[in-house]
C-alpha cells in the first residue's frame, strides 16, 4: 500500500522532473539564437548592394548577429562604401556601436563633432548618440562595425 507521504513525494518528483525539462528545452532553444564562436575571413561574408536615397552607396555584409552570453544583440559588419557616399543620414539607436575604418579617406559625425578620418580611425557611439560616416576620398572607404545591446 502506497502512503499519502510518498504519494506526495512522486508527485514533487514528477513535478521537479518536468519543471527542469521544461528549463533545459528553453535553454536549448535559446542557444540556437546565440553567435556561435567561429573564426570568418573577408571573402566568406556574403556582400550586398546597399543604396542611400535611391542611389548606390556601395556594398556591405554582415559577419556575425545574434546573442552573445553577455549581449542582448550583437551584429558584425563590414561596408565598402563608394566616393562620395554615405551610407544613410546620421541616425542614432539603442545599440552602442564601435565603427573601425581600415582604408580609404572620410568624415565621421559623432555626438555632434565631425571628424576627417582615415584608416586606423575609431569611432565609438553610445546608445542614442547621433552619428553616421561620409566618405570624401576618391577610392572606396571600407570600414567595420560592432553593434551590440549590452546585458542579457
Request: net charge positive; charged share 20%.
Amino acid at each position: 500500500m502506497i502512503s499519502i507521504r510518498s504519494h506526495r513525494t512522486a508527485l514533487l518528483a514528477a513535478a521537479l522532473a518536468l519543471g527542469w525539462s521544461v528549463r533545459e528545452a528553453q535553454f536549448a532553444s535559446a542557444q540556437g539564437k546565440r553567435v556561435a564562436s567561429l573564426t570568418m575571413n573577408a571573402a566568406e561574408v556574403q556582400m550586398g548592394d546597399h543604396t542611400n536615397a535611391g542611389k548606390s552607396a556601395g556594398k556591405a555584409g554582415v559577419y556575425f548577429q545574434g546573442e552573445t552570453a553577455g549581449a542582448k544583440t550583437l551584429q558584425v559588419g563590414r561596408f565598402l562604401l563608394e566616393p562620395g557616399a554615405t551610407p544613410h543620414a546620421p541616425h542614432q539607436h539603442v545599440d552602442e556601436e564601435v565603427l573601425i575604418v581600415s582604408r580609404g579617406s572620410g568624415e565621421v559625425f559623432c555626438n555632434g563633432k565631425t571628424v576627417p578620418v582615415k584608416a586606423g580611425a575609431v569611432m565609438f557611439a553610445d546608445t542614442n548618440v547621433s552619428h553616421g560616416i561620409t566618405n570624401t576620398g576618391d577610392r572606396p572607404l571600407e570600414f567595420y562595425w560592432v553593434k551590440y545591446v549590452p546585458g542579457r
